[in-house]
């Protein structure tokens, strides 16, 4: 879907993000994920290419993944 029909793709991933942002009860989580979804796009925004942009998400995962990881260890 993504090569032949490019910003129906974008439409429907974007519908389904924020919908998924939307059903969290949770205010502050809700704001996280807001927030972190403007990251990714700025990454993919930014990226020359998928693979480029593939990696850097996959680091900003990692890297927050870790973070919260280390901070709850400590809690």
Request: proline share 1%; hydrophobic share 40%.
């Amino acid at each position: 879907m993504a090569k032949q029909a490019p910003e129906k793709f974008e439409l429907l991933r974007r519908s389904m993000i924020n919908s998924l942002i939307e059903e969290s009860e949770n205010k502050e989580l809700k704001i996280k994920l807001e927030r972190l979804q403007f990251k990714i796009d700025g990454i993919i925004f930014k990226s020359s290419n998928l693979l480029e942009a593939t990696i850097k998400i996959s680091e900003l995962v990692n890297y927050l993944a870790l973070k919260d990881g280390v901070s709850k260890s400590y809690n």
